[in-house]
């Protein structure tokens, strides 16, 4: 009988060895992939998210979660059907044009796939049409902006304005952050939400969507 509350553990704990047995033993006894997923991993990174926006839990340390998640993620991926992976929706993540900074966006994007979302990380340095053009081909329902420099922001209003005039506003809920971004900005801009750091961008997103 899987005990998720061990994976969960394990997980936040970053104890990949302890992690990597559980899972196979669960697989073993044929638990499906998508409970291995749903009530063992994301509701782990639940907790990390938590510890973060608690304190308890810093940048090192979430990234390692991450990273662990989402190589378990990769061997759960070939048992998963397409629509249990797609079932939060699909995020378009980057970090707007003249912005090189992406660790914080890398986050928010690790900790959006492992909430369930599918993720498309434009990377950073994103054009507006660039955004755009992703939203388009993947049918995206959240785009994601980051930006580290107060030089950068209007970037991110200007981006809103081309999604706006693109008339794909209606399809995207979108969402900003990064260190020097704020609420009143985001609501200045026109943005659906502002997240002050990766565990609240990913839940801020799953409530966003419902
Ligand atoms: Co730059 N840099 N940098 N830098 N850099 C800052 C941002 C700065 C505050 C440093 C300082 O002067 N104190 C300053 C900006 C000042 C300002 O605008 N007011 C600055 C500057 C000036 C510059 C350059 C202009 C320096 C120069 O060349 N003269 C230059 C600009 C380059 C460019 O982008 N065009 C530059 C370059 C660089 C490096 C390339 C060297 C490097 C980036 C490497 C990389 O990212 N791969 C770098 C770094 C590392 C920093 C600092 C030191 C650290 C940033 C970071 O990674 N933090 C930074 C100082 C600082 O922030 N203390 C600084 C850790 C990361 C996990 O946090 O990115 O805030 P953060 O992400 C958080 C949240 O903000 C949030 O979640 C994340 C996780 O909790 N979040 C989101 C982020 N994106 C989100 C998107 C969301 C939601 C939440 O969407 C919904």
Not at 28 to 51: C, F, H, S, W, Y
Not at 79 to 88: K, Q, R, T, W
């Amino acid at each position: 009988m899987t005990d998720f509350n061990e994976i969960k553990s394990a997980l936040v704990a970053m104890d990949e060895a302890t992690l990597t047995r559980l899972i196979n033993a669960a697989l073993g006894e044929k638990t499906p992939a998508e409970a291995i997923l749903n009530q063992g991993l994301i509701a782990g990174m639940d907790i990390v998210g938590e510890r973060m926006e608690n304190g308890e839990m810093f940048i090192p340390e979430v990234l390692g979660a991450a990273k662990l998640m989402g190589k378990c993620v990769e061997v759960l991926k070939p048992l998963l059907g397409e629509d249990d992976m797609d079932s939060a929706g699909h995020v378009v993540i980057g970090t707007v044009k003249g912005d090189l900074h992406d660790i914080g966006k890398n986050l928010v994007s690790m900790m959006m796939e492992s909430a369930g979302f599918i993720v498309t990380d434009l990377g950073v340095d994103v054009a507006p049409e660039t955004f755009i053009k992703a939203i388009n081909e993947n049918d995206a329902n959240i785009l994601a902006l980051s930006a580290l420099l107060t030089t950068t922001m209007p970037m991110m209003k200007q981006t809103v304005e081309a999604i706006v005039e693109s008339g794909l506003r209606d399809n995207v809920k979108i969402l900003v952050g990064g260190a020097p971004v704020t609420q009143a900005f985001a609501d200045e801009i026109g943005a659906d939400g502002f997240a002050p750091d990766a565990g609240a961008a990913s839940k801020l997103a799953k409530t966003i969507t419902v």
